[in-house]
């Protein structure tokens, strides 16, 4: 059963469409991430949820736009896709506790592909 | 800021051969550091952590000590394997009052060799 998963894996389209990702995790965490990873492998951090209320906003154009439902999931939303958004997504989760860190556990990875 | 610092890659080693990979950190308060491993195609996964000042984690035949007077966390191996090879980032993460917040490095890619 997969702790943290992502939908789609892959994802091609072209600019100027509109494009969701889906995470759902089970492990109960009450933290939930987005990562972007672009060529050079750097990890990004774009936002951050803690029991469904935004904690983390980077400098993210308003183009991305997560959506929280519940604990367990955190989608992202990304209009008029550019080019500069090809990139890999990663969606993370941790159990907070005040005072100590948990460690983040992530999903595989969406690729997306803008043309 | 708090921030990670770690060694530019790639890297290419022969099987068997010794690996450091060197970290350093800049933070207040009492971070927790962290070694993560992403593997061709796959996503980030924990290879070993420490949460104070000379823990020492370790896993899969790798280590490193969290140093406080240094500032470092550096991920060393004895005896690399083609297996191995993959990108490998340091983090540390803080405890606040909205939640865990992770910082990374950039990433060294590890070629290993036969």
């Known amino acids: ?115 | 800021g708090d921030s990670v610092t770690q060694m530019e890659g790639p890297v290419t080693l022969s099987e068997e051969a010794f690996l450091t990979i060197n970290c350093t950190y800049t933070a207040t308060g009492y971070p927790s550091l962290f070694w993560y491993v992403q593997y061709p195609g796959e996503g980030l996964q924990l290879l070993l952590k420490a949460t104070k000042a000379d823990d020492k984690g370790s896993n899969k035949g790798f280590e490193a000590t969290y140093r406080k007077e240094t500032t470092s966390f550096h991920l060393e191996k004895g005896s690399v394997q083609v297996s191995d090879s993959a990108v490998y980032f340091c983090a540390l993460s803080k405890s606040t009052n909205t939640g865990n917040q992770f910082y990374f490095g950039t990433g060294t890619s590890l070629t290993v060799i036969p």
């Open chain 1, 1 to 115: 059963d997969t702790a943290v998963s992502q939908t789609p894996k892959y994802l091609v389209t072209q600019m100027g469409n509109d494009k969701s990702i889906k995470c759902e995790q089970n492990l109960g965490h009450d933290t939930m991430y987005w990562y972007k990873q672009d060529s050079k492998k750097f990890l990004k951090i774009m936002f951050s949820y803690n029991n469904k209320e935004l904690i983390i906003n980077e400098t993210v154009p308003n183009r991305f736009s997560p959506k929280s439902p519940d604990k367990a999931h955190l989608n992202l939303h990304i209009n008029s896709l550019e080019l500069g958004d090809s990139a890999v997504y990663f969606c993370a989760s941790s159990i907070w506790t005040s005072g100590a860190t948990g460690e983040l556990f992530f999903g595989e990875g969406s690729r997306l592909t803008v043309l």
